[in-house]
């Protein structure tokens, strides 16, 4: 399976950009999905994630209130719609998808995906 993302990009602070993922994935195939993040000389962190089944979310705090997660199984694709980014939410973006669990309850540990996108730059600027 393999993970393509569109994006990311150069956006002033208070500013949004919609994150998009789609996975190569079988017709009918489900998958639990996510995004990461890899700030400036940090870790990659947790964002955000959406089960496969039922459609349940997930975030990271400092997001809460300002990213959405969705997703359209019919198209295997999720998205990430990002508004008044800041510029603590500059980042190397990471997509990862894995197939869905049964108990449909977003995935928030690294460990558990499988798939991986090659990543977007998003650059909030003051």
């Known amino acids: 399976v393999q993970l393509d993302e569109t994006g990311g990009g150069l956006v002033q602070a208070g500013g949004s950009l919609r994150l998009s993922c789609a996975a190569s994935?079988?017709?009918?195939?489900?998958?639990?999905m996510g995004w990461f993040r890899q700030l400036p000389g940090g870790e990659r962190e947790f964002v955000a994630a959406?089960?496969?089944?039922?459609?349940?979310?997930s975030y990271l705090d400092f997001v809460k209130g300002r990213f959405t997660i969705s997703g359209d199984n019919a198209k295997n694709t999720v998205y990430l719609q990002m508004n008044s980014l800041k510029p603590d939410d500059t980042a190397v973006y990471y997509c990862?998808?894995?197939?869905?669990?049964?108990?449909?309850?977003?995935?928030?540990?690294?460990?558990?995906?499988?798939?991986w996108g090659q990543g977007t730059q998003v650059t909030v600027y003051v």
């Open positions: 990862a998808a894995v197939d869905a669990w049964a108990a449909g309850v977003p995935i928030i540990n690294e460990s558990d995906y499988t798939y």
């Open positions: 994935g079988r017709a009918g195939d489900k998958y639990d």
């Open positions: 959406i089960s496969g089944n039922g459609g349940r979310t």
